[in-house]
């Protein structure tokens, strides 16, 4: 067996209610405490070494919104409520944060390369949003949020110089 594959006994004592919280704790793809530490202590390891790539950061960010992910599916199959503006946050959320974890820039280059890849996706999420409030109602779960916040950011972009040139105008 090589090292990277041995596997060695761990041992520590631990409060009752982290006890507790460990034993109730869901994790995907492991039923035991021991193998929730294994996947635990391995999360923990990929983000101490920076290790995370796009992709995996993606999956760790859609695991740390699991749980409310999984309440609005349950609360949608209840009662049919759904909401494309939750939606859309928790797909930017999950997405910008990926970028963030997944980059460690080493020049200005690279940096200004993850704040365009970050900006674009913002505003992506702007125009979702401001998607939301050409309709009467939003679809969301409070129909009116986004006519209740949208008021300033109209007020900016109606006062934002067009370049010559543009075809917005």
């Given at each position: 067996m090589s090292q990277a594959t041995s596997m060695e006994p761990l041992s520590a004592r631990i409060p009752g209610?982290?006890?507790?919280?460990?034993?109730?704790?869901?994790?995907?793809?492991?039923?035991?405490?021991?193998?929730?530490?294994?996947?635990?202590?391995?999360?923990?390891?990929?983000?101490?070494?920076?290790?995370?790539?796009?992709?995996?950061?993606?999956?760790?960010?859609?695991?740390?919104?699991?749980?409310?992910?999984?309440?609005?599916?349950?609360?949608?199959?209840?009662?049919?409520?759904?909401?494309?503006?939750?939606?859309?946050?928790?797909?930017?959320?999950?997405?910008?944060?990926?970028?963030?974890?997944?980059?460690?820039?080493?020049?200005s280059g690279q940096a200004a390369l993850l704040e365009d890849a970050l900006v674009r996706r913002s505003f992506t999420l702007c125009e979702a949003l401001l998607r939301q409030a050409i309709t009467a109602s939003a679809a969301a779960y409070d129909p009116e949020v986004i006519r209740r916040h949208v008021a300033n950011t109209i007020e900016l972009a109606s006062n934002l110089p067009l370049k010559k040139g543009s075809s917005n105008g």
């Open positions: 209610d982290l006890y507790l919280w460990l034993a109730q704790l869901r994790v995907e793809g492991a039923t035991t405490n021991s193998d929730k530490l294994r996947v635990l202590l391995g999360q923990l390891k990929r983000q101490h070494d920076g290790a995370f790539d796009y992709a995996a950061a993606h999956a760790w960010a859609r695991d740390l919104t699991g749980q409310l992910r999984e309440s609005l599916v349950v609360m949608e199959g209840q009662g049919g409520a759904h909401s494309e503006v939750l939606g859309a946050i928790l797909d930017h959320t999950t997405a910008a944060l990926a970028l963030i974890v997944s980059h460690a820039p080493k020049d």
